[in-house]
């Protein structure tokens, strides 16, 4: 009897363990995807900011982004940042 309910448990925990092993996988893909589509979008926000700050001037770009851009000034230079380290990488 005591066997039989140690089989039980063995069984139980095997199960759980591979549904875990799972969806532990399935949330890693979700995950990688997540990051590759993140840095995609990223890189071409960042181009957008860099082609207007190419067309502006660095000075203008900051007026530029102070009135007509709705993200903060520190986000628009990390994603122009990301964005020329990333063509410099390619």
Do not use: N
Request: proline letters at 2%; hydrophobic letters at 45%.
């Amino acid at each position: 009897m005591v066997a039989v309910i140690v089989g039980q448990c063995r069984a139980f925990y095997t199960s759980r363990m591979s549904v875990t092993a799972e969806s532990i996988h399935h949330e890693h893909q979700a995950t990688v995807k997540a990051v590759r589509y993140a840095r995609a979008r990223a890189l071409h926000l960042g181009t957008l900011l860099l082609e207007v700050r190419q067309e502006l001037g660095a000075g203008e770009w900051e007026r530029w982004l102070a009135q007509e851009c709705p993200i903060p000034a520190s986000a628009a230079k990390r994603y122009a940042e990301v964005a020329e380290h990333l063509k410099q990488a390619a």
